[in-house]
């Protein structure tokens, strides 16, 4: 009788090791599959931040030429601006300082629009594109004509 019970057991040891490696297997595909989609998830999220600086350095230099005061004149470039020759569109390749490799474009655009209270509005509309990924972001900045101070922000992810 204990040699039946002894021969049912025989190869048990191996069934379990075999299920074990399947499970620890099983276990190491899944921790795998995290870490790919972390790390892809990360690059993704670096190249959004560049291209929202990217699109944010559009405005800042939209804002800050509207602002400006050209030499000999007392008035801000936005109070002598003529409406009748706007959108007005500028193309800037980005490149790093130190390398002088390529980083991305930023597409300034330049509009107006009229609100139902009867407000100007110019609209800054600046596009920012990493050169290597598909990433995009729009930043738009709205500017009361009539008060500089007054501005409204935006953002579109693409």
Same mark, same amino acid.
């Given at each position: 009788?204990?040699?039946?019970?002894?021969?049912?057991?025989?190869?048990?040891?191996?069934?379990?090791?075999?299920?074990?490696?399947?499970?620890?297997?099983?276990?190491?595909?899944?921790?795998?599959?995290?870490?790919?989609?972390?790390?892809?998830?990360?690059?993704?999220?670096?190249?959004?931040?560049?291209?929202?600086?990217?699109?944010?350095?559009?405005?800042?230099?939209?804002?800050?030429?509207?602002?400006?005061?050209?030499?000999?004149?007392?008035?801000?470039?936005? @109070?002598?601006?003529?409406?009748?020759?706007?959108? !007005?569109? #500028? +193309? /800037? &390749?980005?490149?790093?300082?130190?390398?002088?490799?390529?980083?991305?474009?930023?597409?300034?655009?330049?509009?107006?629009?009229?609100?139902?209270?009867?407000?100007?509005?110019?609209?800054?509309?600046?596009?920012?594109?990493?050169?290597?990924?598909?990433?995009?972001?729009?930043?738009?900045?709205?500017? @009361?004509?009539?008060?500089?101070?007054?501005?409204? !922000?935006? #953002? +579109? /992810? &693409?």
């Amino acid at each position: 009788m204990s040699k039946k019970i002894l021969q049912k057991k025989n190869g048990s040891a191996l069934l379990w090791a075999v299920l074990m490696m399947i499970i620890m297997s099983a276990f190491a595909l899944g921790v795998a599959n995290l870490i790919r989609y972390n790390n892809g998830q990360m690059a993704y999220n670096s190249d959004l931040m560049q291209a929202r600086h990217i699109a944010e350095a559009g405005i800042e230099l939209g804002y800050n030429t509207l602002t400006a005061h050209p030499p000999n004149r007392s008035d801000m470039v936005i @109070n002598t601006l003529d409406l009748s020759k706007l959108p !007005r569109e #500028e +193309e /800037i &390749e980005l490149s790093f300082k130190d390398s002088g490799k390529p980083l991305g474009v930023v597409t300034a655009t330049l509009d107006y629009e009229v609100d139902a209270d009867g407000i100007t509005w110019l609209v800054i509309s600046s596009k920012g594109v990493l050169q290597q990924s598909s990433v995009a972001v729009t930043r738009i900045l709205k500017v @009361n004509k009539d008060n500089v101070e007054d501005i409204q !922000r935006y #953002e +579109e /992810i &693409e």
